[in-house]
């Protein structure tokens, strides 16, 4: 086999080896992944946290509720009982009803708004929660999909890896070190193809000297222009 063929086909597994080591790294990098996941987690905590609060006001705000009823009750009782019978204190005793009556009535409208935000409150729980559960459920998903495109692309590296070690054994030291050297100069591109007369790496015809001496196949030719092995299919 040619040298400039020899290292075209080095050159293509070692392309496709770190297009598969790319694309294995991306793969294990969202795997385990759970940002999105406890985000989520820790907002609807948060609103459940916000919800137990609110509910506690709103049994406390009952709580003074009753309280105000019971008082009223006790005092209207005592007011119209006829037990009382002196003006001033019967007055007295009507402003106090009166008081505990508007003290009801804001606690009334206090709790009615505190029952409302209770309501939109459960309301928000309700969704996070049914949107956590398809969260979760699409992450168990994309695990499994990402467990096994791994299991896939690492098999898939070890073949083309174990293809590059039986070309490197028929290569020359020599030609394997000009190799590595020009893959590093040329951004992994050691080898360019000679299509139409012309190197393929850096788009200019080639010289017809150096188109023959690519052709035949007996000694490494670098193109005089980007230094590339030249390879003629």
Same mark, same amino acid.
Do not use: I, P, T, Y
């Given at each position: 086999m040619i040298k400039g063929r020899q290292l075209y086909e080095l050159q293509e597994v070692d392309l496709e080896i770190e297009a =598969?080591?790319? +694309?294995? @790294?991306r793969v294990e990098s969202r795997l385990g992944e759970r940002e999105a996941l406890d985000e989520a987690r820790a907002a609807l905590s948060r609103e459940r946290e916000r919800l137990a609060e609110l509910e506690k006001t709103q049994r406390l705000g009952e709580g003074e509720m009753e309280d105000l009823r019971a008082k009223t009750a006790l005092l209207e009782g005592k007011l119209y009982s006829?037990? *009382?019978r002196n003006p001033k204190e019967l007055t007295s005793l009507q402003e106090q009803v009166e008081h505990l009556k508007k003290r009801r009535r804001g606690q009334e409208d206090h709790l009615l708004d505190i029952m409302t935000e209770v309501e939109a409150v #459960?309301?928000? *729980?309700?969704?996070?929660?049914r949107e956590l559960?398809?969260?979760?459920e699409n992450w168990r998903q994309e695990q499994n999909s990402l467990s096994r495109e791994q299991a896939e692309l690492r098999a898939a590296l070890a073949t083309v890896? #174990?293809?590059r070690k039986e070309l490197i054994v028929r290569i020359d030291s020599v030609s394997l070190e000009l190799y590595q050297m020009l893959r590093v100069k040329r951004q992994?591109? @050691? *080898? +360019? =193809?000679v299509e139409r007369g012309m190197c393929q790496g850096c788009r200019i015809v080639l010289p017809m000297t150096e188109l023959q001496r690519a052709r035949m196949g007996e000694e490494i030719v670098q193109c005089s222009s980007c230094e590339r092995i030249l390879y003629v299919s």
């Open positions: =598969k080591g790319e +694309a294995l @790294a006829g037990s *009382v #459960q309301h928000s *729980v309700n969704s996070k929660s559960e398809r969260m979760e890896e #174990q293809r992994g591109r @050691a *080898v +360019a =193809k």
